[in-house]
């Protein structure tokens, strides 16, 4: 019985490493490399987390989550951040019908199963608040009551790291329900010519659907089945407490870093690094995590998550940096 349940276990890793083909194969027809929002983008929608991708303006961030809206033919919503938007512009609010003498409630762009927050930084604490408990508890609250948003729900939100001028810094509660925070990079100098000479027309190139709510539920029971075993998940947290400076047991590894952190990853840290670690095997078709998948993931999963201090400005040190030394120093099971 066991040999048989290894056998469709290999059969929907095939099919689901498949789906994962096609879907790169789709994105490839209007976005010209960045493999990063591709993967973290497909991260979000396998294991069920929120995405926040950071770069400079043409980078094809807008394009690549709305061309991931049509391959997974989920509904889809863009909020427009801006200092003077209201919670009520994102979650909805109640509306009175003079006909009837009641509030009748008018819902927000939050319901939708891909919401776009583009510029999400531009928004004031009010807004955001309203967008944490949207991310928190997949529900919003519209006067007395609460209402369930559509599953799945994914928050694909964008930042500009240049500007700061009328933009504000997102809470670190809310920064921690994001699954991965995806730096997008400058294209290669070869990417960039293919970008040049389509002169933009690439938007404008119609995409298959590629993933159904019934394959999509497919790929999450995969992903669920995949192995991780007790020495990796051992050597994940330990990978986290290190990045806290006040754990006695992590201070003698990272005396060298530790004036660095001010504060580290809390435990959502550790359950996204073995989700995400799990991804990664799936996108290999594998059936068990290997280290190498930790480590693949480990920049995206904590790099937002860590609160550095004032002497990691002014040397200069990020959290990129930060991150590969720890990884450097923990022993690999």
């Known amino acids: 019985m066991e040999n048989t349940s290894q056998e469709i276990l290999h059969s929907d890793l095939e099919e689901c490493k498949n789906l994962i083909a096609q879907c790169r194969a789709e994105v490839a027809k209007r976005i010209v490399g960045q493999s990063e929002i591709t993967d973290g983008v497909l991260m979000a929608l396998i294991t069920g987390g929120h995405v926040l991708l950071e770069g400079v303006p043409g980078l094809a961030k ?10 997974s033919g ?27 003498g009641q509030f009748t409630v008018r819902k927000g762009p939050v319901f939708a199963n891909i919401v776009l927050a583009d510029e999400i930084n531009r928004a004031p604490a009010k807004v955001q608040s309203a967008l944490l408990e949207a991310m928190a508890e997949e529900q919003v609250t519209i006067g007395e009551k609460s209402y369930a948003l559509p599953k799945p729900f994914f928050v694909l939100a964008t930042q500009n790291p240049i500007e700061q001028e009328g933009t504000y810094g997102l809470p670190e509660a809310e920064l921690d329900r994001f699954l991965l925070k995806v730096h997008v990079p400058y294209p290669t ?5 293919n970008i040049v000479r389509a002169e933009g027309r690439s938007a404008a190139y119609p995409v298959n659907q590629v993933f159904s709510a019934e394959n999509l539920a497919k790929c999450r029971a995969v992903l669920d089945a995949i192995v991780c075993s007790e020495k990796i998940i051992e050597y994940i947290v330990s990978v986290v407490r290190v990045t806290r400076p006040l754990d006695d047991e992590a201070a003698n590894k990272k005396s060298d870093i530790a004036r660095y952190i001010s504060f580290g990853a809390s435990p959502r840290a550790g359950i996204a690094l073995v989700r995400c670690a799990k991804a ?42 930060l991150i590969s030394r720890i990884l450097s120093l923990m022993p690999v099971p």
């Open 62 to 71: 807008t394009l690549a989550v709305k061309t991931f809206a049509e391959i």
């Open 74 to 100: 989920l509904s889809f919503k863009r909020v427009q951040f801006t200092p003077d938007l209201l919670p009520a512009d994102i979650s909805g609010t109640l509306i009175y019908e003079q006909s009837s």
């Open 189 to 193: 100098p070869s990417e960039e010519l």
């Open 280 to 321: 990664k095997a799936l996108f290999a078709g594998r059936s068990f995590v290997l280290p190498e998948d930790v480590k693949s993931v480990a920049h995206s999963v904590l790099r937002h998550r860590l609160v550095l201090s004032y002497e990691a400005a002014a040397d200069g040190v990020d959290a990129d940096t």
